[in-house]
């Protein structure tokens, strides 16, 4: 199959800004508006400078029932862009991505470039270089390996749980993907050293939008980020954003995951958090234990037996 092609100067990685009507977890009042002027600020950089935008994911964070008012804003910002779109976790409604899902409303109308099966999409000329763009939205392979034309390079984008340095226990092993150049990430929302397994380097940007009411997320600006041919990084690219005492409430932080006992379970921790946002985010014990369980670990298929006589659900399956 040959693929489209496209003159360009790089590529403006977006990852997971998680548009919302209401404000997620502490986030306070104004979310929505904040997180748009974020889109905005994007899509122009993207415009003004030649790049194609891409979204890694998780463009909602309610996959549905997303305000029509919401929707037409997405509709009427999105248009003269059409910006491409990977799908992520929280675009899809019960681990499906969906006709009744907010991102597929926007694919209908015509707005976005739909990520939603793996595999290689674009060929781009820059003038740093020729390279072949691929895909692996969420749940999906990322390829063992690529086969291409001497000379082009291959970015790969995913949305995925991966073991960068910080996430060790995430189950997608960081390797050598031959064919592969770059592996660029979405889904982690903290920011990860860039990783070389043989020819392929592995990177997580980050998300654009703070969602943690950490000390981390306090300490770091929000950034979209540049990919181009021949690179030896992404390049940043800092977005608008307010101070974060004016998006967070003023209140002590919970504690870090890295700073809690050994003797305490962080995935338990993790269950206390989603309590605790459960009313005003309406997160889900499902999704929770999608995202957090491992399939290796001898334990998860006890706690996916639980989950189902705690819910009912005889018909679930972490397989989904």
Not at 46 to 56: G, K
Not at 153 to 158: I, P
Not at 312 to 318: K, L, P, S, T
Request: with cysteine.
């Amino acid at each position: 199959m040959e693929l489209p092609r496209r003159t360009t100067r790089g590529v403006l990685v977006i990852p997971d800004p998680h548009v919302a009507a209401t404000p997620p977890g502490h986030r306070l009042e104004g979310y929505t508006d904040q997180v748009m002027d974020k889109l905005a600020y994007c899509l122009d950089h993207a415009a003004e400078n030649d790049l194609i935008p891409l979204f890694l994911g998780d463009l909602f964070h309610w996959p549905r029932e997303n305000p029509n008012t919401l929707l037409v804003r997405l509709i009427d910002l999105f248009r003269p862009h059409k910006p491409y779109t990977l799908v992520g976790n929280h675009d899809k409604y019960q681990a499906r991505f969906t006709a009744d899902t907010s991102l597929a409303v926007l694919a209908a109308a015509g707005v976005v470039r739909l990520l939603d099966e793996p595999g290689p999409f674009l060929r781009i000329d820059t003038p740093t270089g020729q390279a072949i763009l691929g895909a692996s939205p969420d749940a999906t392979p990322i390829p063992l390996s690529f086969d291409h034309a001497d000379g082009l390079e291959t970015a790969w984008f995913t949305h995925h749980n991966i073991s960068f340095p910080e996430f060790k226990d995430r189950f997608q092993h960081i390797r050598e993907i031959p064919g592969v150049t770059w592996l660029i990430n979405g889904h982690i929302h903290r920011p990860q050293p860039q990783v070389t397994a043989g020819s392929t380097t592995w990177v997580n940007p980050g998300n654009i939008t703070r969602l943690s009411f950490t000390p981390r997320s306090r300490d770091r600006i929000p950034a979209a980020t540049i990919w181009r041919p021949g690179c030896s990084g992404l390049e940043k690219v800092p977005l608008p954003c307010l101070p974060f005492n004016q998006v967070f409430p003023d209140a002590d932080f919970p504690p870090e995951e890295n700073n809690i006992p050994q003797t305490e379970s962080r995935f338990l921790l993790g269950l206390e958090r989603l309590a605790m946002r459960r009313t005003a985010e309406g997160a889900g014990l499902k999704e929770f234990l999608q995202a957090n369980l491992n399939p290796e670990n001898p334990e998860t298929s006890l706690i996916w037996e639980l989950y189902r006589e705690v819910t009912h659900a005889e018909n679930d399956h972490e397989s989904r």
